[in-house]
């Protein structure tokens, strides 16, 4: 039995300057479950760290703002909550772990003060002592030695400091991580070992994860829910099996799987896909991938596609309309993890 | 004309100047700045078609001692009964004269030091920085009064004594901005097809570079006119009867108590010219810097 | 045997440091046949982008040779060399710092040009740049843009178009798509492809990610820490790794196929050390999960073990 | 830490070698005869080419300059020619007004700049920090001894509150202070400000704020200690500035400081003084800049490590 724990309807995010407004996600919604890994891929400017950003009301205070829709997490509100209420919840309930480490962490104190912080933000009943015997405890769930908490940040490799970034994340045991491209900044090698511990880790503390990436490769190592953003929105969302093994594709992840090259077999040529990215200032009609999409049909140009559900699966795309027959106005939140 | 050249001509080409002129021209302040400097710089370059030097900047009428401002005076006069307003734009056509030649030579030798250094790196680069640095070491109004107490007051000295000072600054502030462009990648891109290096310096570095250095040039010129009035106050400058506003305001220093707008004047107008530079350096730099937003 | 288009034999570049000489390529021979391609793989700090630069004696090497078409560049003077940086060209990762910006496009693509003087004729110039423009999928009216307003694919055109400028024979590809969006980076590894086809261009391809450097290339230098730790066709490289460092990267790439799904078993521990005054001995011995004594003896040599198949490795 | 002490102090003799050779190359070039002004223009041809002789004067420029140096270290900065007292003397006796009052300009400069500049950065866009930019620009933009004369017109000749010159009591050090301070104030606030402005767009920062850190504690926990490392190397360089400014500030308030005794030898081309002073207020700039280096290696932990061993 799945239970749900943090739920985003309609929301919608702008960022407003002088010059322009930037409509950064429009109408996402999207449901996650307890102790579960949601993959949200997608390129640059679609939207991905907007919408973590919105989770923890980070958003920049003068230009970005929710202007639409509500986040919530168990019976809290995140959008109406107050400042006071958001401070206990970020570090506690919900984490999150940056894309570069070598920035990530403050030069001038100690991994271990950095890591005690948080505890002392939000453990308030623990002793100093059991603060630091925490500390400890932590940096050796992450593979680093307890003592080295003395040292600071550039006394690490960008891999140790992205354990110590994940240290910080874990240390209150919180219900849920965003983790914002983790890896992007890492080698290979390196990657494979933060995943291994992000995933280890993950289903020692049941902690559940949004996991941001461009990297398809990544999310079907570690995620059991994929949704695929363009422009803002979630086109696609299934089960990782849905996204991977699935015969019905929204026709841009279809481009987005013809861009990889695969190792697996041989391929001369790839089948990208033209043109870019929508202008993200001037909002557009219909599916916001219709200029780009091979299979463009009238309708696409000015309704927005429906949600078909196919179990577990949904797609954002009129090619699919008249398939499985559902009514109209279909949630995404109700396809998660029925299995 | 072939079919590409008109092709070419009618997407036309944006001048970059052109675009730093209509990201400056936003900064209302800077806006500001630059016509109180026109202005500045327009009574300095015309003074003699406004006032007449000798008759009313230099002769002494003890008649007219210490007349308070009025139509006739409008500024008053000063001690030795000389109109203060023709003083004032005379003084404006030192000061910025001084002003902005020292830091043109400055540049003109600091951009030579600067740029051998910053191009050729190694050894050349490591004598001449150490150079510089002890000449640094040596805080610049103290510099410039040493080399005053050598050569002696008047104009030439004080250009001479003020331009060795700036120098080393400028010699620094090219080297970094050289290094800055030096690391990137498209002047790798012009060695891959045999670019000269005199082509790689004029085309790739120097138009790359040259941003922070014209601002920092600006802004200088603001306080070397500040320095000018300083050591003309301390009696190192400018010598009087020659108009200066720092050795105006040393002059009425002692009557101050009871003619107020002998120093008041002379204040405000270094004042103003110096802020008016200084929100245009401050207006350059940010339409040069935002990396060329998009 | 045909002469190699490009060879390098014992290349070597150190950088001297405060604490000591960076061994950035250590010792490192490979040879590029004509209208191939030899991919570069390593992670960061392996000295990959360093080795791009010396073969084009952009860097000077420390000691080596660089043959083109069998004869030393090395040895050249200023003049000979002149003549065959035309032949000889290269793309940069970041597309950002890679173009001048305050030239326009055609300023940019006609600067080679400019300066080697293969076209004086101002009309022929322009009609040459606008068939670069054409060639690499450039617009005609971005002509007179200048790179901030376009984005990063586009401006990585520019950078494809300013290297075919002056009809080069080699291209050293300094991981040109890293720094693009997967759909854009597909656009731009087919347009490489296709000038390959066309153009018979030798390329060598340098990037940390793996899936595109098999797309690519025929060949593969697997490098760390400055050496060559295994050199063999692509093909051959991903079925049969030998060296436990190639064994490691190939297990540690993530495979967007859930039939191919690792377990994250196969990961080496430690991570990447400087290359500043290397020990003796296999560099990778110190995360080596079959680390052995002999490893850390004396330096190993590459060695051919199958057809083509080099190594670097103690076990073999 | 030591080890890297012991290297400034070293790194420092060359410099200062250099600054002297420096000073005393351009006081050779001053055309001023010292016999002849030491002796007064009726002095018989054989008194001066005595006096030239015994003074040493015929040697080669680099055997003076040595001789120079040799008698330097050991306090003897020569006899000036106008009083006939030893130099270090006079020097020694007029230290301690420039010191103190470069001391509060410093004081003042950086206790009020720094406090305006953070907040400044973190009421961006209010009118807290308009009015502060505004003030800094006035700042920078007035001339400092016309500020001094404008503090004397109306706190001594029209408020008759304190007393315009003079050196006697803590309060004539007071509108001295301030006038110091207001230059290298304004040059704080605007730098504190921008390095504050960087710093909080930091990804630490948000790192910080991803941990549920209140605003306060992000400030002065994680931004500001930041934000104050490259203003400590500013006020170090500022330091020569200020020393600068004070030599025309001791001239407003007529103090007997380093200042005033300075322009007066300047004008009477008293060159042993000359020399000295402007050799001693490049030490005290050097060595107030070798402070603030080995202040900076020990608060910011990135350089200390590099010197630290543990």
Redesign the interface.
Known sequence: MTEKLLEIKDLSVIYKTDEETVYAVNDLNLTLNKGETLGLVG??GAGKTTTALSI?R?LPD?TGRITRGCITLGDLDITRASEAD???????GI??V?Q?PM????????VGEQIA??LQ??RLDMSPEQKEKRVDEILEMVGLPADRKHE?P??F????KQRV?IA?ALACEPQLILADEPTTAL???????I??LM?ELKQRLNTAMLFIT????????ICDRVAIMYAGEIIEIGT??NI??GKKHHPYTV??????????K?????????G?MPDPTAPLGGCKFHPRCPQCMEICKTAKPLNIIDGTHAIGCHLFAGGAGHDARINLESTGGAE | MTEQQRKKTAYKKKSQLMSIWHRFKKNKLALFGLVVFAIMLFIAIFADFIVDYERDAISQHMTKRFMSPSAEHIFGTDGFGRDMFARIIFGARISIFVGVVTIALALAVGAVIGASAGYYGGYIDETLMRIMDVFLAIPQMILAIAIVAALGTGMVNILIALTVAQVPKFARIVRASILTVKTQDFIEAAKACGTSDSRIIARHIIPNAIGPIVVQATLNVATTILVIAALSFVGLGIQPPTPEWGSMMADAKSQMRYHEYLIIIPGLFIAFTVMALNLMGDGLRDALDPRLKN | MSVPLIETKGLKKYFKTPKGDLHAVDDVNLKIEKGKTLGVVG??GCGKSTLGRTILRLVEPTAGEVLYNGKNILDYGKKQMLEVRKDLQIIFQDPYSSLNPRLTVSEIIAEPIKVCRTITDKAALDDKVYELMETVGLAERLVNSYPHEL?G?RRQRIGVARALALGPQFIVCDEPVSAL???????I??LM?DLQDDRGLTYMFIT?D???V???SQEIVVMYLGQCVERASS?EL?RKPLHPYTQ??L????????R???Q?TG???G??TSPINPKPGCRFAARCPKVTASCTKEDIQLREIAGGHYVACALY | MLRYIAKRILMMIPVILGISLIVFSIIELSPGDPVSLMLGDGASAQAVAELREQMGLNDNFFVRYARYIGHAVTGDFGISYRNKVQVVNEIASRFPTTLTLTFWGVAISVLIGIPVGVISAIRQ?TFIDAASLFSALILTSMPAFWLGLLLILLFSLKLGLLPATGVATMQHFLMPSVTLAAASMATIIRMTRSTMLEVIR???I?????????AFRIVY??AL??AL?PVVTVIGLNFGTQLGGAIVIESVFAMPGIGTLMVAAVRTKDTPIVMAAVLFVALLASITNLIVDVLYAY????LK?QFVKK
């Open positions: 390129e640059t923890m980070l003068r958001m401070r206990l919840i970020r570090g506690n984490s999150m940056f570069d920035t990530s962490l403050n030069p001038i104190l100690t912080e948080v933000l939000h600071y550039h006394q490799s960008g891999g140790m970034v910080i080698d290979v090698t390196i990657q494979a070992q995943l291994k995933k461009h990297d398809l490769g990544v999310v079907a190592q990782t099996d991977f093994e481009g987005l799987f013809g861009s990889i090259p695969d190792m697996t041989a391929t001369r040529r790839l089948n990208p896909i033209e870019l | 992670e960061s984005d694919g969006d997967v759909s854009i980076q597909a656009q590894l087919n492809m940390h793996l899936s595109v098999k797309h690519i093909e991903f490691a990267l297990d540690a790439v993530p495979v967007p196929n859930l191919h799904k690792q994250l990961i080496i521990k991570e990447i | 866009y930091q990804d630490y948000r790192t910080a704020k991803a941990k549920g850190a209140s926990k994680h200690r930041n490392l608060i910011d932990p990135r490590s």
